[in-house]
T-cell receptor, first 113, second 116 residues
Framework: LAKTTQPISMDSYEGQEVNITCSHN???????ITWYQQFPSQGPRFIIQ???TKVTNEVASLFIPADRKSSTLSLPRVSLSDTAVYYC??????????????FGSGTRLQVQP | DVKVTQSSRYLVKRTGEKVFLECVQD?????MFWYRQDPGLGLRLIYF???????EKGDIPEGYSVSREKKERFSLILESASTNQTSMYLC???????????????FGPGTRLTVL
């Protein structure tokens, strides 16, 4: 199974750009990478998903290099409300036709005023 | 909006008790999942289901079983609860959009289970 690793924690200040990297070895060519955000006492919620190169939505950008062994979630101009835990999720398509899901252990982002 | 609900937010049980955690989704999703979340370990998949009466083991199925008799409901069962099963349990659902795509998972609020 693909394994994912992320930094345990990161600190930032309001207005800064934050980049969180997830490493995923042995990711297959048809894997997607998805990022989730989780606030205390809530379930994770979807932020962004990508397959290759760059994806951008109203919340974040996701950069995936050509070798696809890592991906970087970029949060532009963070605010205090972006303080949360961020998880990367690798979806791997198995030969059986089903999918194997592997979450990273999460990165706790603390945004200071 | 998709809504995933879990039967309890907090639950306290004793060692050896049988525990049922219920999850219901209202968007007709094919896929449903049970995870446990522990500090430093992130989310780990226990079981998942792609259809009614269908189940597949995730990464840590030992000590758990599941039931999916109706499409909207997915139950996690601890046959004989143990203290090492004290954890946050999260249910999720998603649509099935094909082999080479990924579908967004929608999570419930979680059930914090304490086994004494």
């Amino acid at each position: 199974l693909a394994k994912t690793t992320q930094p345990i924690s990161m600190d930032s200040y309001e207005g800064q750009e934050v980049n969180i990297t997830c490493s995923h070895n042995n990711i297959a060519t048809n894997d997607y990478i998805t990022w989730y955000q989780q606030f205390p006492s809530q379930g994770p919620r979807f932020i962004i998903q990508g397959y290759k190169t760059k994806v951008t939505n109203e919340v974040a950008s996701l950069f995936i290099p050509a070798d696809r062994k890592s991906s970087t979630l970029s949060l532009p101009r963070v605010s205090l409300s972006d303080t949360a835990v961020y998880y990367c999720l690798v979806v791997m398509a198995m030969d059986t036709g089903r999918r194997a899901l592997t979450f990273g252990s999460g990165t706790r982002l603390q945004v200071q005023p | 909006d998709v809504k995933v609900t879990q039967s309890s937010r907090y639950l306290v049980k004793r060692t050896g008790e049988k525990v049922f955690l219920e999850c219901v989704q209202d968007m007709d999703h094919e896929n449903m999942f049970w995870y446990r979340q522990d500090p430093g370990l992130g989310l780990r998949l226990i079981y998942f289901s792609y259809d009614v009466k269908m189940k597949e083991k995730g990464d840590i199925p030992e000590g758990y079983s599941v039931s999916r008799e109706k499409k909207e409901r997915f139950s996690l069962i601890l046959e004989s609860a143990s203290t090492n099963q004290t954890s946050m349990y999260l249910c999720a659902s998603s649509t099935d959009v094909g082999l080479h795509h990924s579908d967004t998972q929608y999570f419930g609020p979680g059930t914090r289970l304490t086994v004494l």
